[in-house]
């Protein structure tokens, strides 16, 4: 049974992605360059997402607590004018190290590498004055004094005091020994933490007088923007903590730094090695990248957490202002160029920078970018990118859209509540815009695919039925088949007058040219007021309107084709009377009747599933025939039903009274159509209107008097009415009996 199962069971074949649609074909290409880009990991890519973390953290920044115990001793442009320039002696230096410990400093932080001896040192001045013999005793003096340096050390000494040093690649300089212990669980941080080769630090005098030693490196991303900063070093091979790390060691009263790495207290990353995940320091956990950097919160700028530096060393700054504080002794002046790039400043003093990680350490508010962020992202692009190649068949291009865009927005409405709630930094940007590549590229390729089709379908159909319905069955591939569906429609018919005189004077091959020659213009006014071409039955035209496309004012505009129909005939009558002439003929002239009746009819395929056409059936139908016949009784162009007068309200009809249609119980009011807005408007029609319906009023009351009377008040005010209309008026009066 097994066997079996094994034998049934279905294999992927070359041949079966053959079988899939093209644009699905380009999405999974599309997903697949777009998830070993994201993998590389290439500068543009990384700056997109870390676009996106500076915006969020524009957005909602941290907030600086005024009682975290995190303060500035700056040296600030106020303090060099007042103390003199820069360097100060370092007796100034361990002035203000007394003095912080003297007001109950909990740490104290030298944010400043101090590798030369002081050239202010006593000793110093007997080598600038040594052959000046009036000096001697006083060099002599000097030299029995201590040193400035060994002054600071010994007030680093009585501090819980840091000193920093810096790892440098190009040093070949080995770093004293680190005064924090390390406990590792997992794999060795020095795998994974950044590398220096050599180190520059402070004289021995004062790193072996300070409590702890870390690194003031900062690392700053390819737009040289400070985002996170390393808690851990490797410097000559030996693992170093950072100079926020240490002073909060120091702040703590520890000795142990607590590092884990992947592998270590059971944590699995799938048996790779995903680097460090966290640091702590007695009860303080410290979540990192993989790399053991710290992502920073930063706040705003504040000046409640600067203190100047004269303050201090003048007496007038309270020793409450000091008491139980982590203190840093650091430089804001703009001339010693001490500057950093963050995220809300483009220029913030290096020691900001070592004191908003310190604060972040101490709060809690931590930024984390979790080792399975990159999974989630690539798992989203993945899974949204297939749904949308799959639906753009289905949903169609704007369907697949809005499905789409809300799976975005909810994509960028969490990651927004991951990090405003928990601080977690997941990039919803880069997986949105591959999607959106996919998207474009499904919709290009099914537009194309579609167009291709459409294309097919014209070619097979655009020379037996009209073009509005090629268009119709290529978006819609049902309507090709039988059926029909009921729909308001005008219908119009057209017929050559004295067709049979005309085409006993011409040889079969010039009267299908006669009739292409005329319809082909005719046609294409039809086409062009968005009406469907039925047949052409000999001399004669059948077409309609608001069928297989919508058109709202599909009387209207069968009215409109009919006059410019008329006017087109005029213009080629005045042509062929003019070629006529120049061959010595004479001219037959060529009239045509209109008819057109608006309403409901079947509309649709009919004939057989191997042969139909797509055509109109009902009454409407025959009675716009009718009236086509009626404009040779009544000597007018173009008769109309009464539903197209009154759904074409805006061109100048007149009624020309009831007409009983065969088949029909009810006479039908007909109406002769002359023209468009412009002359429905006019003073001129106006006048004729009002007179018209005197005589139709004259001729029910069977008044020939009256009618006459009118009719030759009509010819006398010189209104513009056509000489067929007046014939018509003249032939209605002998039908009333006096």
Not at 178 to 188: H, K, L, M, Q, S
Not at 564 to 576: E, G, T
Request: aromatic letters at 6%.
């Amino acid at each position: 049974m097994i066997g079996a199962r094994r034998n049934r069971r279905r294999v992927l074949r070359p041949t079966d992605l053959r079988s899939l649609p093209t644009h699905v074909l380009i999405a999974v290409a599309l997903l697949l360059a777009a998830v070993v880009l994201r993998i590389a990991d290439p500068d543009p890519v990384a700056r997109l997402r870390l676009a996106v973390f500076d915006a969020y953290l524009a957005l909602s920044p941290r907030q600086l607590d005024p009682a975290l115990p995190v303060r500035i001793v700056d040296i600030d442009d106020a303090s060099l004018a007042r103390i003199g320039q820069w360097p100060w002696p370092r007796i100034r230096l361990a002035e203000i190290v007394d003095k912080l410990q003297a007001s109950g400093a909990r740490s104290v932080t030298l944010d400043l590498i101090l590798a030369e001896p002081d050239r202010l040192s006593p000793a110093e001045f007997g080598k600038l004055f040594g052959n000046e013999p009036q000096l001697a005793p006083l060099i002599a003096k000097a030299a029995e004094l201590p040193s400035n340096d060994a002054r600071l050390a010994q007030a680093l000494q009585k501090a819980p005091s840091v000193i920093g040093l810096a790892g440098d690649s190009s040093s070949k300089q080995a770093p004293p020994e680190p005064r924090a212990r390390f406990a590792i669980a997992g794999d060795d941080p020095l795998l994974f933490v950044p590398r220096f080769s050599g180190a520059v630090d402070s004289l021995p005098t004062l790193t072996e007088a300070a409590k702890g030693v870390g690194a003031v490196n900062w690392l700053p991303e390819r737009d040289q923007i400070v985002r996170r900063v390393p808690l851990l070093l490797s410097i000559s091979g030996v693992l170093y903590p950072s100079l926020p790390l240490e002073a909060l060691r120091i702040a703590k009263n520890e000795t142990t730094v607590f590092v884990r790495s992947s592998g270590g207290s059971n944590v699995s990353a799938f048996g790779q090695s995903t680097g460090v995940e966290q640091v702590r320091i007695g009860n303080t956990v410290l979540p990192t990248d993989a790399a053991g950097e710290l992502w920073l919160r930063f706040t705003p700028p504040d000046a409640r957490r600067y203190i100047p530096a004269y303050r201090l060393l003048d007496g007038t700054l309270e020793a409450k202002e000091i008491a139980g504080r982590d203190i840093l002794i650091g430089t804001s002046a703009v001339g010693l160029l001490d500057l950093r790039a963050t995220p809300l400043d483009p220029a913030v003093p290096g020691v900001e920078v070592h004191a908003q990680a310190l604060e972040q350490m101490l709060s809690g508010e931590h930024l984390i970018r979790p080792a399975f962020a990159t999974g989630l992202e690539l798992v989203y692009l993945v899974a949204l990118g297939a749904a949308v190649a799959l639906l753009v068949s289905r949903l169609g291009a704007s369907g697949t859209a809005v499905a789409g865009l809300g799976a975005i927005v909810i994509a960028f409405g969490a990651s927004w509540l991951a990090y405003d709630k928990a601080g977690y930094l997941i990039d919803p940007v880069y997986p949105s815009i591959a999607v959106l590549l996919v998207y474009l590229a499904a919709s290009l390729s099914g537009y194309v695919a579609t167009e291709r089709e459409r294309a097919r379908v014209r070619s097979a159909f655009g020379h037996y039925v009209a073009a509005p319905l090629v268009e119709e069955l290529a978006r819609n591939h049902d309507k090709l088949k039988l059926g029909g569906e009921t729909r308001e429609v005008t219908v119009l018919f057209a017929d050559i007058r004295g067709f049979t005189n005309i085409a006993e004077g011409l040889s079969a091959e010039a009267l299908i040219g006669f009739l292409n020659r005329l319809f082909t213009p005719l046609s294409d006014i039809i086409l062009a007021e968005r009406g469907t071409i039925d047949k052409f039955m000999g001399d004669a035209v059948m077409a309609f309107w608001n069928a297989p496309v919508l058109d709202p004012a599909h009387a209207t505009n069968a009215c409109r084709a009919a006059l410019r129909m008329q006017d087109q005939l005029r213009r080629m009558n005045d042509l062929w009377a003019a070629e006529a002439a120049a061959r010595g003929e004479p001219h037959t002239r060529v009239d045509l009747g209109i008819g057109l009746n608006t309403g409901a009819c079947c509309v649709g395929n009919v004939g057989s599933p191997q042969r139909f056409d797509y055509s109109i059936l009902g009454d409407v139908v025959n009675v716009a025939a009718r009236l086509e016949g009626e404009t040779k009784s009544y000597g007018l162009p173009i008769i109309v039903g009464e539903r197209t007068a009154s759904d074409a309200p805006t061109l100048a009809f007149l009624e020309l009274g009831s007409v009983k249609v065969r088949g029909k119980q009810r006479p039908e009011r007909i109406f002769a159509l002359l023209g468009d807005e412009a002359l429905a408007g006019s003073e001129q029609f106006a006048a004729w209107k009002a007179a018209h319906a005197q005589f139709l009023t004259a001729i029910g009351s069977r008044d020939p008097a009256s009618a006459r009377k009118i009719l030759q008040d009509v010819k006398s005010r010189g209104l513009a009415v056509p000489s067929a209309f007046l014939a018509w008026y003249q032939s209605r009066i002998p039908l009333v009996t006096e």
